[in-house]
T-cell receptor, first 114, second 111 residues
Framework: ETGVTQSPTHLIKTRGQQVTLRCSSQSGHNTVSWYQQALGQGPQFIFQYYREEENGRGNFPPRFSGLQFPNYSSELNVNALELDDSALYLC?????????????FGPGTRLTVT | KNEVEQSPQNLTAQEGEFITINCSYSVGISALHWLQQHPGGGIVSLFMLSSGKKKHGRLIATINIQEKHSSLHITASHPRDSAVYICAVHSGGGATNKLIFGTGTLLAVQP
């Protein structure tokens, strides 16, 4: 157990809808990163939040957005869902930014877009 | 060409064998991660390193910054080591901060 939790575990949405995924960081961690993992593929970095500000972003369109709260928990929001957004969404918490330390991953949220 | 390449893509070993998984990258990095992913999705971070060598139990990770290459070694492999092993590098800084992942190595250790 890493101490990182994600909710919900599974989610089914329709194309065009919006979704919010949540992540609670391990206690004391000030950095959270979000990843998308399509079936059979490796994770893709979406973005990272460090002390409530976006601090790095992968090749994802603006309809992928996020928030980090003062308690360092985080949300990933995806607007105008597309079929290709179906994937496992992982968050990971760490201390001190992407290069600051080992990342602790949550169990993921499985999103299916129909 | 991917910025992070792993080899081999698939590896089958017999229990007890010494295993090496390689990772090469073409970008400047500040850190490299080795991750383990079991069927069902859970990812565990094995190592984060920026130079030299780290050891944890039967696992050893090395990195050569000049050659832009890292290796993950597993000594005395066991069937419970069967998983996908993923190399990821931290590249950039500030707004260009990002993690770039390799495609993973699927390891199967047979009893």
């Amino acid at each position: 157990e890493t101490g990182v939790t994600q909710s919900p575990t599974h989610l089914i949405k329709t194309r065009g809808q919006q979704v919010t995924l949540r992540c609670s960081s391990q206690s004391g961690h000030n950095t959270v990163s979000w990843y998308q993992q399509a079936l059979g593929q490796g994770p893709q970095f979406i973005f990272q939040y460090y002390r409530e500000e976006e601090n790095g972003r992968g090749n994802f369109p603006p309809r992928f957005s996020g928030l980090q709260f003062p308690n360092y928990s985080s949300e990933l929001n995806v607007n105008a869902l597309e079929l290709d957004d179906s994937a496992l969404y992982l968050c990971a918490s760490s201390l001190g930014g992407l290069a600051g330390g080992v990342q602790y991953f949550g169990p993921g949220t499985r999103l299916t877009v129909t | 060409k991917n910025e992070v390449e792993q080899s081999p893509q698939n590896l089958t070993a017999q229990e007890g064998e010494f295993i090496t998984i390689n990772c090469s990258y073409s970008v400047g990095i500040s850190a490299l991660h080795w991750l383990q992913q079991h069927p069902g999705g859970g990812i565990v971070s094995l190592f984060m390193l920026s130079s030299g060598k780290k050891k944890h139990g039967r696992l050893i990770a090395t990195i050569n910054i000049q050659e832009k290459h890292s290796s993950l070694h597993i000594t005395a492999s066991h069937p419970r080591d069967s998983a996908v092993y993923i190399c990821a590098v931290h590249s950039g800084g500030g707004a260009t901060n990002k993690l770039i992942f390799g495609t993973g190595t699927l390891l199967a250790v047979q009893p």
